[in-house]
């Protein structure tokens, strides 16, 4: 039975949201199309049962299956990423990261992470969120040349000796030097957490370096290169002794990672493990120990360059002069555009970005000087090098004719020639 015989109102926004997705180039790069298994689970009966606690220590009853199931999440998250212990239950990335401080620090205690306008994220210490509000928080920002500037990083966490160093972005187009930033903050006896959540597919699949054995604790999103639910892991090495116990007076923290973490997302922070996502990123995780994935993240790549290449081609100004990841940031301004303006002219023309800063921008995160845009999603429809090609052309047609609403039309119904070329959830109606 259709939600729409039920509720009509309900199903027809998300029928519209199907159509959106169908029809529409999404270009975010945070963002992407789950199977259709990641959604029988994620839509499933799991959601009814609480389960507050881990599996084998919960506090209700009925939980037998629901075990099985977050075990099973736990052995593919841990076999996946090379780690000895993966928490899954983070509602998401934010709580992810939450946990993870929550897991280390004290009240007051000093983090350190990349500036919200540089490409770091907003629970890295960005100044009206937790992070920084409950600890003290020191910034750091890139390069003028967009990219991470080891040497600042060295010299303020020396000076500030943090007891937390976050690696990590959400628009940040360049790996990162994970040895070294394990080195500068263990040298004064800090913690190294490193955000995985745009990367971790990629890393899954071996495509880009991986921070296991340098990062003290690793966190991520499920949802993004991953292609999973919505959802968060923390990973480290080392074995939890009770997740529900705390440590024992003289303890080292350092060696009960697993432990601070699993008792930081519960009972710390959060209640009753989501156990419909947790099948969800069980699923996820399984797809993601196929062969087919690595060749997924690959093409990932292939398209990130092909499409930054052909950018620049087109003369528009990327930051860091293009990407080793599945994003890039543009230069707006360049091209005579706000990232605000840019960004609605793109969306008539049915490609799906978003505004953000670039570093050292004047403007304000409301109305930035540049754009994001990835290629996660559209990959994951089968396009390949050519279509980046294309993509390239329509977005300088866009940025040349912003305000002709005929050219954008015509864009538009152009973008759904080729959508339809490469058909995604045809089977579901609501
Ligand atoms: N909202 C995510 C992103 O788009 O990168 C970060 O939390």
């Not at 507050?52 to 939980?63: A, K, S, V």
């Not at 990130?304 to 994003?327: M, P, Q, R, W, Y």
């Not at 793109?346 to 754009?371: C, H, M, Q, W």
Request: hydrophobic letters at 35%.
């Amino acid at each position: 039975m259709l939600l729409q015989t039920t509720d009509p109102e309900l199903a027809k926004s998300l029928n519209s949201e199907l159509k959106r997705q169908q029809e529409g180039l999404e270009m975010i790069p945070s963002e992407n199309y789950v199977s259709k298994y990641v959604l029988e689970a994620l839509g499933s009966i799991l959601t009814n049962k609480y389960s507050e606690g881990f599996p084998d220590q919960r506090y209700y009853g009925g939980n037998q299956f629901i075990d099985e199931i977050e075990k099973l999440a736990k052995e593919r998250a841990k076999k996946l990423f090379g780690v000895d212990h993966a928490n899954i239950q983070p509602y998401s990335g934010s709580p992810a990261n939450q946990a993870a401080i929550f897991a280390l620090c004290n009240p007051g205690d000093t983090i350190m992470g990349m500036h919200l306008f540089y490409g770091g994220h907003l629970t890295h210490g960005w100044k009206v969120n937790f992070s920084a509000k409950y600890y003290r928080s020191i910034q750091y920002t890139t390069g003028s040349d967009g990219l991470l500037d080891y040497d600042q990083i060295e010299t303020l966490v020396k000076k500030e000796r943090p007891k937390v160093l976050f690696c990590g972005a959400t628009a940040y187009p360049r790996l990162y030097d994970y040895p070294r930033l394990a080195k500068i903050i263990h040298e004064v006896d800090g913690y190294f957490i490193a955000d995985i959540a745009h990367e971790s597919g990629l890393i899954a699949a071996g495509v880009i370096p991986s921070p296991v054995g340098y990062a003290d604790i690793i966190t991520t999103t499920t949802h993004k290169t991953l292609r999973g639910p919505r959802g968060g892991m923390i990973l480290c090495n080392g074995k939890p002794s009770h997740p529900l116990a705390p440590l024992k007076k003289g303890e080292n923290p350092r060696e009960h990672l697993p432990t601070l973490i699993d008792r930081a997302v519960f009972p710390g922070l959060q209640g009753g493990p989501h156990n419909h996502q947790t099948a969800a990123i069980a699923v996820t995780l399984g797809e993601a120990l196929q062969p087919s994935f690595k060749i997924y993240a690959e093409q990932i790549l292939k398209n990130a360059k092909s499409l930054a290449d052909a950018l620049i081609d087109k003369g528009f100004e990327l930051v860091t002069n293009g990407t080793d990841n599945h994003l890039m940031l543009i230069n707006t301004t360049k091209k005579g555009l706000t990232g605000k303006e840019a960004e609605l002219a793109l969306d008539k023309a049915g490609i799906t970005v978003n505004k953000n800063t670039i570093p050292f921008d004047e403007r304000s995160p409301y109305d930035p000087s540049g754009i994001r845009l990835g290629t996660p999603a559209l990959t994951t429809r089968g396009m390949k090098e050519k279509e980046m090609e294309q993509i390239a052309i329509w977005i300088s047609e866009v940025f040349d004719h912003s305000n002709d609403e005929k050219v954008l039309a015509h864009i538009r119904e152009q973008v759904k020639a080729t959508t339809d070329q490469f058909p995604i959830y045809k089977e579901i109606e609501y």
